[in-house]
């Protein structure tokens, strides 16, 4: 895989939303010119993605190759586990206010900060696990925004499941979806153990009814980085071909 050989730059955006300061981690490519638009690949578990999922070594080989174009990875860490919970899932107490803070104040400071294309197609939003929950959470409210979403093992359940059939204009979003096929048995942050293979591909269904612009990949292995890394490559290639 190539050696990343880009920058990597902290930042920090004030959210009102959250009432808090929140920490990004910027990766501009080898390629970076500020003269020169760029995609957007907006991470959650961003600390994870830089040191698990090798994204800057992915984009790079993806650019390289001719896969996709320039393109900024901006990462979001979570403080700790409740954190992430509180964010991520639906049923997190600041979920509703992390949709808003991701579409209303972090977009606007990344196209302030960056230069970008500054339409939803020009965005990209991936996570795993919660990560991806929330990553197609925001697609689904905010379609215009984040017309890209790459999610890996996604939490899912019956209400989200709703929220893709009643979907309004689904050729608005661009969908990559992997799941483990080991994922019968996930222990999750509330400390229950989980089925995860069944709702995702029940997600599954609804999306191809529905008639999204959508890729499964059902991939051996469960429910960790050692399985999601290597699906990392495919999910970006997919969301940001040219």
């Given at each position: 895989?190539?050696?990343?050989?880009?920058?990597?730059?902290?930042?920090?955006?004030?959210?009102?939303?959250?009432?808090?300061?929140?920490?990004?981690?910027?990766y501009l490519p080898s390629t970076f010119s500020p003269f020169h638009k760029h995609s957007l690949l907006i991470a959650q578990d961003g600390k994870d993605?830089?040191?698990?999922?090798?994204?800057?070594?992915v984009i790079e080989q993806l650019m390289e190759s001719g896969k996709i174009d320039r393109t900024i990875v901006v990462g979001i860490p979570y403080r700790d586990v409740?954190?992430?919970?509180?964010?991520?899932?639906?049923?997190?107490?600041?979920?509703?206010?992390?949709?808003?803070?991701?579409?209303h104040e972090l977009v606007p400071f990344l196209d302030q900060t960056f230069p970008t294309y500054q339409t939803g197609k020009g965005r990209a939003l991936i996570g795993d696990s919660l990560g991806g929950t929330v990553s197609l959470m925001a697609g689904l409210l905010y379609p215009h925004t984040f017309g890209k979403i790459a999610m890996q093992s996604p939490y899912i359940d019956e209400g989200i499941i709703a929220k893709i059939q009643q979907f309004a204009d689904p050729s608005l979003l661009q969908i990559y979806h992997s799941v483990g096929k080991d994922e019968t048995a996930v222990k999750t942050t509330d400390g229950d153990v989980r089925d995860f293979i069944t709702p995702n591909r029940k997600a599954?269904?609804?999306?191809?009814?529905?008639?999204?612009?959508?890729?499964?990949?059902?991939?051996?292995?469960?429910?960790?980085?050692?399985?999601?890394?290597?699906?990392?490559?495919l999910a970006v290639g997919r969301i940001l071909a040219l």
């Open positions: 895989m190539a050696a990343s050989k880009g920058a990597m730059r902290d930042y920090t955006v004030y959210s009102s939303e959250l009432n808090e300061e929140i920490t990004l981690l910027a993605y830089f040191m698990y999922g090798k994204i800057r070594s409740k954190d992430r919970y509180e964010k991520y899932h639906p049923d997190g107490k600041k979920n509703s206010r992390y949709l808003r803070f991701l579409a599954k269904e609804a999306f191809l009814q529905k008639g999204f612009l959508y890729e499964y990949n059902e991939f051996a292995g469960g429910h960790a980085w050692t399985y999601w890394q290597p699906d990392v490559p």
